[in-house]
């Protein structure tokens, strides 16, 4: 009587290739979207299929495999583009709140830019951003909010506030502009309150006691004194998708 070797096999088919993040290299990696599906073999060979075993993303450097949802995160490029776009319009709101003629507030404005990536930002640049309509912008800043941990939208408000501060106090219709871009950053009303009375205290120089206002009046100083393209790495915090 004939031996018959018999098993089940996996067999894998690619749906698709492309670039994304991948978290165990740390960067952006090619991928391949690849579903399976399990067979009978006979002498090693599938003969009969089975039910599908799921779809998974494979890095083509490392090899490890991501559920599928990892797609959806966007890219270190992708990143950098809402980066810069997002604070271009963060600028653009809150010198129209203030005074867009200021030379102290349209330097600070010009550096924080210049500072998330954007070399080639200069006067005609920002002229054109205060030219568009203000709606025009709040599609990016919720984009940029939606990308960034709690600490680096903190920052973003409060990189803001200075800008608007760099010609003196706030004003009435600078703090109501700052509370809109809390918003569209995903902020809550609590959260923008803290930060624009940090802030403001740091530029006073008064020190908030311990806790988290002490936390983070210690982290909008580090902010203010780094180097902002130092601080631009900051921004780029955002969680990433696990592996399988």
Not at 14 to 40: I, N, Q, S
Not at 113 to 118: N, Q
Not at 177 to 185: I, K, N, Q, S, T
Not at 194 to 221: K, S
């Amino acid at each position: 009587m004939p031996i018959v070797i018999w098993g089940l096999r996996v067999i894998y088919g690619t749906l698709g290739r492309g670039v994304f993040f991948c978290r165990r290299c740390g960067g952006d990696r090619e991928y391949r979207h690849r579903a399976g599906r399990r067979y009978v073999t006979i002498f090693f060979i599938p003969v009969i299929p089975l039910m599908k075993t799921g779809d998974h993303v494979q890095c083509l450097t490392c090899k490890t495999r991501y559920v599928t949802e990892v797609l959806q995160l966007p890219t270190t490029i992708e990143m950098q583009v809402a980066l810069v776009a997002g604070l271009r319009a963060v600028v653009a709101v809150i010198l129209r709140a203030g005074d867009p003629g200021s030379p102290l507030a349209r330097r600070r404005a010009l550096d924080a830019v210049i500072g998330a990536g954007d070399a080639g930002y200069d006067s005609d640049a920002l002229e054109a951003d205060l030219a568009e309509p203000a709606e025009v912008g709040r599609p990016r800043i919720v984009a940029l909010g939606g990308q960034l941990q709690v600490e680096a939208r903190e920052w973003c408000l409060a990189e803001a506030i200075r800008i608007a501060m760099a010609d003196g106090p706030l004003t009435g219709t600078e703090r109501v502009a700052v509370e809109y871009l809390a918003a569209a950053l995903g902020m809550t009303q609590a959260q923008a309150i803290g930060v624009i009375a940090l802030t403001e205290q740091n530029a006073l120089g008064v020190t908030p006691r311990g806790g988290w206002g002490g936390r983070l009046a210690h982290a909008l100083v580090l902010a203010d004194t780094l180097s902002l393209a130092m601080s631009r790495e900051l921004l780029l915090l955002s969680g990433r998708g696990g592996g399988l």
